[in-house]
């Protein structure tokens, strides 16, 4: 059976290259917009490293200050990130068969479950969440439940039942 839908392989390479680093970014930010610190780092509030490049000034009319500065880079980052793990979860393997595609579409509903999980308890229980925030990290949690699920039982477990195997 053959995906037609799926990218071809050298695409997941490009992928993790900007998954990796937008990643380690907006857990980051998410986390020091949380705690308010790592002033530089919190690129979805306040002055951060890359301010002067992703802010532009637009007028606000009545306002007291009549140039504000508006920030985009909460915006690339998280864009990047789900462009990236598009990349990532949507390109063929080297060797495709009918094993991966089980694979993936298991990860794919493992993910769908802890992304739907982490909804229920952000529902319930962050009834004075700052939204942006529980948005952002809700965006990551199907990614990451489908990437760590999938490239376990591809690559990972294997590898230690080989192992365990020969010893």
């Known amino acids: 059976m053959?995906?037609?839908l799926l990218l071809p392989n050298?695409?997941?390479?490009i992928g993790w290259f900007?998954?990796?680093p937008c990643l380690v970014m907006t857990v980051v930010s998410l986390i020091a917009d949380m705690t308010e610190s790592f002033g530089l780092f919190n690129f979805f509030n306040g002055?951060?490293?890359f301010f002067q490049w992703t802010s532009k000034v637009v007028m606000e009319g009545k306002s007291d200050d009549l140039f504000a500065s508006q920030d985009f880079m909460?915006?690339?980052l998280l864009t990047l990130t789900a462009m990236s793990f598009f990349l990532v979860a949507f390109t063929k393997e080297r060797q495709e068969?009918?094993?991966?595609?089980?694979?993936?579409?298991?990860?794919l509903l493992w993910g769908f479950y802890g992304h739907l999980l982490f909804f229920l308890l952000a529902v319930w229980?962050?009834?004075?969440?700052?939204?942006?925030?529980f948005l952002s990290w809700n965006m990551l949690v199907a990614p990451l439940v489908f990437l760590f699920r999938f490239h376990w039982l591809v690559y990972v477990k294997p590898y230690f039942e080989e192992r365990r195997a020969t010893a």
């Open 2 to 4: 053959k995906t037609k």
């Open 10 to 13: 050298r695409f997941k390479r």
């Open 18 to 20: 900007i998954f990796i």
């Open 47 to 49: 002055k951060h490293l």
């Open 74 to 76: 909460g915006e690339i």
């Open 97 to 107: 068969d009918e094993w991966i595609e089980k694979v993936r579409l298991e990860s």
């Open 125 to 133: 229980a962050g009834y004075s969440l700052n939204f942006y925030v």
